[in-house]
């Protein structure tokens, strides 16, 4: 029998975090929360049907199965005061989400994070949030990202870019290699960024996939119980 791996959101305040589980779970969470941020640690399950739901289209078109029973997900508070609170949610997780803001970059608390996940050696991919802040996006329902990549712009893909290997310049001074996770040959050295909007939701669905891909194939032995 496999358990649920327990997944972490983390990053600097405002970044998006719960606005992303919000999406791939379906709820409502920061309207409960004062001043719409996370003042707690929260936990959310995902089951094996939302999960489904969530990238049907992907798991599909890549042959993909999914083994996993579901996902539970911590959701922590970004702020500086509730570093105590991180650090819990980054003991217990088996993975972790790294939300960047893609218009703000590697911020204090980001770094913060990163330094809780290298001492507990927990493995995290990154979502490089609010893409829809580049001048020029369009955001396209019902398919990829990538697909929906090649349709925009050259000069907002060239936006893209910039922004995304301006956060792996922060992120390699960090002591972190990351790289678009659609360009990564060994996940096992280079950590996956996936570019996303969660208010629009474009890129959730690669999102957990790549979440979903990193569990089924690196921790299926421990996740056994």
Known sequence: MMRQPIVVLVGHIDHGKSSILEHIKN????????????????????????????CSTLVQRNH?????????????????????MRK???????????????????????QECIKILKQYKT????????????????????????????SQSEKTI???EL?????????????IQADRFDRIDDFTKTVAIVPVSAKNEDG??????????LAQKFLETSLKT
């Open 163 to 175: 922004t995304l290997y301006g956060v792996v310049e922060k992120l390699s001074q960090c002591g």
């Open 64 to 84: 993909m199965k999914i083994t996993l029973p579901g996902l539970l997900f911590l959701d922590s508070p970004g702020h500086a005061a509730f570093n105590t």
């Open 27 to 54: 709820i409502s969470i920061t309207k409960k929360e004062a001043g719409g941020i996370t003042q707690s640690l929260h936990s959310y399950t995902i089951s094996l049907k939302r999960l489904e739901e969530c």
């Open 123 to 150: 493995p995290f991919i990154i979502a490089l949030n609010k893409v829809d802040k580049i001048e020029g996006w369009k955001s396209h329902h019902g398919i990829s990202l990538l697909e929906s990549l090649s």
């Open 88 to 110: 819990r949610g980054g003991s217990l997780a088996d993975l972790a989400i790294l939300v960047i803001d893609c218009t703000k970059g590697v911020e204090e608390q980001t």
């Open 204 to 213: 959730l669905s690669e999102l957990v996939m790549v979440l979903i891909g």
């Open 158 to 160: 060239e936006e893209l």
